[in-house]
């Protein structure tokens, strides 16, 4: 396929907003995005020489010269520490070696190999992990949302056993439920969220078990994703917080054990929708699992650039994107064991400096621009969790920010989809943006993948900044449409974490530009005014923000 076939169409791009519908508003003349510099700079992001941009690696070192590099060249100034380009972020690195996990089942041994069957990893400091024989017990979701009036553990004690857990939430099966806002996935969805409440619960390890549609990813990706280091941040009571083991298994594996064990998957899995549902204990049924653990501490870098305000500095304009991805892995059925990260999110990072490039080459805005290209993002947002943390420009006289994630490489679509459509007033600046170039607004179209608790922007919305993620989807609206449409549907099923997800010359920007010219002109807007976007009643992040009014203007 080759959707982009010419310079000329390349650097026309650039002039896409011309492209709206008749009558539309025309935005203010801007400097042009430049979508050949866009696609050469993802290329050289996601290139075999960068290693996959892993954390901790000659791939991150090589990263963040260029990313300052190019900063510096847009006109921006160092946004980080102590007055430098960076802001340290220490973390914990976990690599698994020697893993060995079996079920026992009324005498049987049923061993697991790791990729296979399941796959075992720790966030926990040592140097061995090794449980024997500890008891399962099925959990359901694994949730506690006392204002949903929902325990999954009612008065069972699981301290010291293993829980098998569903991934998701209730109403992914049965959305009319809405006991957990129907498909829309909650936080109480996401992976993250069942370990940290087996740990509360004293739990001595979590089975998931991996289910495609609920889990919105293939067995793959699990593998990709769980198999090499894991990281996390320095914690004073890691013992409270992590347990030894965190762990996935393929349904059929899970189907297998249940049988064998008296019960039926599929029928635990409906009475788990109910707030009724209790913990089912595996009749005679045990996890061992023990494997070396080498546990070291790195310090990895956010790189934050900041073009200072004219009139108020102190307030500040964010656009965020990752620049790590998993580095380097197992090989494939090719033998490519680089995970390159083009889409996820080489598109993002070079978003991130082409907008710099634009902002740089502009009037002085008032407020301040800040660029923030996290690290550890495919690791737990753990670099923008830091940040969040740790602010190096304050929460409170933060105005608002954009994230870029694995951008529209496609083509121009017709819809502006926002993912956590409903949550702030930053909705209906998108759609007014949006409808400037003869688009329409769009929620998540797929909510059931959480999406919303999977990039950078949560850390930050968590502690009370308006924060908007939103990215090109529906229909394409330029023909060829088909090779378009395979080539969106291919990257989520066989590219999404795979060592395929490679920059190609074939990618038509047009649909990610328009997607930071959104970004550009809202941000422009906040930026030359006293606005303070808000979060709209209802919103779980109303409170955080509002706690910092007296902060601001």
Known sequence: MRLLSSAAALAACALISACATAGAEAPAPVAAFDA?????????????????????????????R????????????????????????????????????????????????????IVVSTRLPGDHVMLDDAPLVFAGYGITAPERNWDDFKDVDVRGKVIVVLVNDAD???????TFNGRAMTYYG?????????????????????????????????????SGPQFDIVRENAAAERVPVESWIQRDVAVDLFRKSG????????????????????????????????????????????????????????????????????????????????VDNATGT?????????????????????MISFTAEES???????????????????????????????????????????????DELLAAAAARQGRSIAPDANPAAGSYFRSDHFPLAKRGVPMAYAEGGGAFRDPPVAPREAARDEYGSKRYHQADDEWSADWDLAGQIEDMEVALWIGRDLANSRDWPGWKPGSEFGPARAASASARD
């Open 66 to 117: 260029y990313l300052t590099e190019h900063y510096a060249a847009a006109g921006f100034q160092p946004g980080g520490e102590n007055g430098g380009w960076t802001q340290d972020v220490t973390l914990n690195r976990f690599t698994a070696s020697n893993v060995q996990a079996s079920f026992e089942i009324a005498g049987e041994t049923v061993p697991l190999t790791q990729g296979q069957q």
């Open 350 to 370: 070079a978003a991130l400096l082409e907008l710099a490039r634009i902002w740089g080459a502009g009037p002085r805005p008032e407020r301040s621009i800040v």
């Open 380 to 426: 737990g947002l753990l670099g923008s969790e830091y940040y969040a943390a740790n602010p190096v420009w304050p929460l409170e006289k933060t105005v608002a920010g954009f994230n870029m994630d694995a951008m529209n490489v496609y083509g121009r679509v017709a819809d502006l989809g926002v993912v956590g459509y409903g949550q702030s007033e930053l």
């Open 263 to 342: 019960l039926d998957f599929d029928a635990l899995k409906v009475q788990a929708r109910s707030r009724d549902f209790r913990p089912v204990a595996l009749p005679g049924a045990t996890f061992s699992g023990m494997f070396d653990v080498a546990a070291t501490q790195i310090t990895t870098k956010n790189v934050l650039a900041r073009l200072p305000g004219a009139t108020h500095p102190d307030e500040t304009i964010l656009y965020t994107a990752h620049w790590d991805h998993i580095g380097v892995g197992e090989p494939d059925a090719n033998g490519d064991a680089i995970f390159n990260g083009a």
């Open 172 to 178: 992914f099966e049965q959305p009319e439920l809405n």
């Open 36 to 64: 050949a510099r866009l696609s050469e700079r993802a290329r050289v992001l996601s290139d075999d020489s960068f290693q996959g941009r892993g954390i901790g690696t000659p791939g991150e070192t090589m990263t963040v």
């Open 190 to 226: 996401r992976w993250t969220y069942k370990y940290e409440e087996a740990a509360r619960r004293g739990a001595a390890g979590v089975i998931i078990v991996h289910e495609v549609a609920p889990a919105s990813y293939g067995w793959a990706t699990v593998t990709n994703s769980w």
